[in-house]
């Protein structure tokens, strides 16, 4: 079962979890409690958006459950994790955010969208996307404005290609933007454009269009 809309938070306070689970739900999210490091690791392999460490657990339990987590295969071990604690908790490696307490709604609500995305739009926390793939990696933020600049770069690449403009290195261009960006589809696409498949042209161009729509869409 995936949990691609649900928050683990590291912690054996049930208020904590409790208070999540009541600003979560209107927009369905749930809050995921987990004990220790391992429970908190099978949750992120099982596809929780974002880990909240509670730094009433210390810091050694907190370390040791972000080593593991780290260690997981693949996408699990990006899980945006970050530290609920007072200012002057002892400095942990490997966290994307903290975040202080008391803990108020509206900056709560705030972290998460940087680290997971619209939290109403369940679709787009899947792993294939390559949007939420650099928001989990950068923060919304700055997946935004490196998007932004793809998006440009696309659009003159696009209308260089309708002026008649070298398809060729157009194509080259654009494969490398797309590779860069994490769009491997797009980018296997306008490879064999580039490698002189003309037949696949038509296709390559859809597929930008349809990635800038996406792009201005959850920009």
């Known amino acids: 079962m995936s949990h ?8 054996h306070d049930d208020t904590l979890q409790q208070w999540i689970t009541g600003v979560l739900a209107p927009f369905g999210w749930s809050c995921l ?3 220790n490091r391992e429970v908190a690791a099978a949750h992120a392999k099982d596809g929780a958006a974002i ?3 509670d730094g009433a657990a ?3 339990t907190i370390a040791a459950a972000i080593t593991e987590i780290r260690a997981l295969p693949g996408f699990a071990a990006g899980i945006p994790a970050i530290l609920y604690a007072e200012a002057d908790f002892e400095p942990v490696g490997g966290l994307n955010d903290r975040i202080d307490p008391p803990l108020d709604q509206a900056r709560f609500m705030t972290m998460l969208e940087n680290w997971s995305g619209p939290v109403a739009d369940h679709a787009f926390r899947d792993a294939e996307n390559p949007q939420y793939r650099m928001v989990r990696l950068a923060g919304r933020k700055r997946a935004a404005s490196l998007f932004a600049g793809f998006a440009r770069s696309l659009t003159e690449a696009l209308n ?4 008649g403009q070298n398809i060729g290195r157009i194509a080259h261009n654009i494969a ?4 860069t960006m994490g769009f ?3 980018s296997k696409q306008w490879s064999t454009v580039d490698h002189g498949d003309l037949s696949a042209l038509p296709a ?5 269009r349809k990635v800038l729509e996406s792009l201005n869409r959850n920009a």
Not at 160 to 163: F, G, K, P, R, V
Not at 176 to 179: I, R, S, T, V, Y
């Open 58 to 60: 210390g810091a050694k």
């Open 176 to 179: 490398g933007m797309a590779g």
């Open 51 to 53: 880990i909240l460490l």
């Open 204 to 208: 390559a161009h859809e597929a930008a």
């Open 184 to 186: 491997a589809a797009l």
């Open 4 to 11: 691609q809309s649900a928050l683990t938070v590291l912690s």
């Open 33 to 35: 409690q987990a004990s």
């Open 160 to 163: 260089a290609l309708d002026e």
